[in-house]
T-cell receptor, first 111, second 115 residues
Framework: KQEVTQIPAALSVPEGENLVLNCSFT??????LQWFRQDPGKGLTSLLL?????REQTSGRLNASLDKSSGRSTLYIAASQPGDSATYLC??????????FGQGTTLQVKP | GAGVSQSPSNKVTEKGKDVELRCDPI?????LYWYRQSLGQGLEFLIY????????KSGLPSDRFSAERTGGSVSTLTIQRTQQEDSAVYLC?????????????FGPGTRLTVT
């Protein structure tokens, strides 16, 4: 059974810092991996989608990497801003396209 | 264009009552997914539709839960005889097609509170 783990559960950093969020999964037979952002009381916003054949994806200040063989992904956020404060969720896609989520990392960026 | 919409945004119901939650996917998206987000359980898959059929219902927690999709578009999740443990945010997502490579787009969710 696929399990997804995110470390750390919570993170607080001063504005301007670069930071890394970690995601690991137990079964390397995934189709893709998505990183999402969730603001309090809101739905999920997709940030980056990495196909299983890819190693990384970039969007603005965000860079996500994927090492399928070791079951790990990282989300790198450069020059963090207070507006980046949210919960970040990692999810892998199984064989019907359903997403299996980690518990999330709650990020607070202090001005 | 319009994103995934869900209604109602909030629902408070008494234990034992039935509730219906609605999801309108992005136009043209053939795959539709229901998830549940509750405290202590995180985000869990409930059911998946490809067109009007549901090939994977493995996440439905009990036979009190059912879902249907009509016309390959709108989906309704029904919870019968609600229990307090059903309190959660129910999220719907759609994608252009099932599986490989297709991004899922989420609605804002329905917050269900069972009193």
């Amino acid at each position: 059974k696929q399990e997804v783990t995110q470390i750390p559960a919570a993170l607080s950093v001063p504005e301007g810092e670069n930071l890394v969020l970690n995601c690991s999964f137990t079964d390397s037979a995934i189709y893709n991996l998505q990183w999402f952002r969730q603001d309090p009381g809101k739905g999920l916003t997709s940030l980056l989608l990495i196909q299983s054949s890819q190693r990384e994806q970039t969007s603005g200040r965000l860079n996500a990497s994927l090492d399928k063989s070791s079951g790990r992904s990282t989300l790198y956020i450069a020059a963090s801003q207070p507006g980046d404060s949210a919960t970040y969720l990692c999810a892998v896609t199984g064989n019907t396209g359903k997403l299996i989520f980690g518990q999330g990392t709650t990020l607070q960026v202090k001005p | 264009g319009a994103g995934v919409s869900q209604s109602p945004s909030n629902k408070v119901t008494e234990k034992g009552k039935d509730v219906e939650l609605r999801c309108d996917p992005i136009s043209g998206h053939t795959a539709l997914y229901w998830y549940r987000q509750s405290l202590g359980q995180g985000l869990e898959f409930l059911i998946y539709f490809q067109g009007n059929s549901a090939p994977d219902k493995s996440g439905l927690p009990s036979d009190r839960f059912s879902a249907e999709r009509t016309g390959g578009s709108v989906s309704t999740l029904t919870i019968q005889r609600t229990q307090q443990e059903d309190s959660a945010v129910y999220l719907c997502a759609s994608s252009y097609a099932q599986g490989l490579g297709y991004e899922q787009y989420f609605g804002p969710g329905t917050r269900l509170t069972v009193t």
